[in-house]
Every structure is written in C-alpha cells, then in structure tokens.
C-alpha cells in the first residue's frame, strides 16, 4: 500500500513562488513515473507535470513549461514541484499522484495512487 501526502500550498501574489512536495509511504516504494495534477474550481483535473522516477526524464503541460519543475529525492521517497512566475490562472487544488508501472505521463487513468491535494491560490 503507497501514501502520498502534499505539503506545502498556499497564497501567493501573481509573480510569487511556491514549492510543493509529496512524500510516499509504503512497505517498498518503487513507482515507474511520479506526476503532479491540478484541479481548478468547476474544470476537470488537469496533467501539470511528471518525472520518470528512475532516469528522472520530466515532462510538463505547455502551460506550466519554462516556470514549473518537478524534481525527486529517491533516498526520501518525496517529489517537489517548484513553481516560479504563479499566474491567477494557477490557482487550483494540486494532487500528486503514483503510477506503479510504465504508462503515459499525462493519463489520469495510469496513476494509481493519489494524495489527497492542498490548495495553491494565486491572487492578482
């Protein structure tokens, strides 16, 4: 059994900054791709970014490239998303999630463990 916990939302003023981090728990964690999704009032959830978690190759929604980047420590189980030059429009629940096996990064569907999300809002 994996758990993922978020840490580490907030308020912060358009052009701000803020870093999320997610640590996993669990008798052996070795997940194939860790991601980061956010889900804004009323829209569906949406891919933000992902991190292949052995070889480390990220990728990231053109929204967020250029001003996001996803990083992982392997030792403690945990994986951040540094968000640089925050936009209004970034404003959304942010969940973290695990896929335990080779799949899209993008997919909501081949992540099988979620965290339970904390809240970034981005005021102007």
């Known amino acids: 059994q994996v758990q993922l916990v978020e840490f580490a939302g907030g308020l912060v003023q358009a052009g701000g900054s803020l870093r999320l981090s997610c640590a996993a728990s669990?008798?052996?964690?070795?997940?194939?791709?860790m991601g980061w999704f956010r889900q804004a009032p009323g829209k569906e959830r949406d891919f933000v970014a992902a991190?292949?978690?052995?070889?480390?190759?990220?990728y990231y929604a053109d929204s967020v490239k250029g001003r996001f980047t996803i990083t992982r420590d392997n030792v403690q189980n945990t994986v951040y998303l540094q968000m640089n030059s925050l936009k209004p429009e970034d404003t959304a629940v942010y969940y973290c999630?695990?896929?335990?096996?080779?799949?899209?990064?993008?997919?909501?569907?081949?992540?099988?463990?979620w965290g339970q999300g904390t809240q970034v809002t981005v005021s102007s």
């Open positions: 669990g008798r052996t964690f070795s997940p194939y791709t």
């Open positions: 999630a695990a896929a335990m096996s080779y799949g899209g990064t993008g997919s909501m569907g081949n992540y099988g463990y």
């Open positions: 991190i292949r978690w052995s070889l480390g190759n990220t």
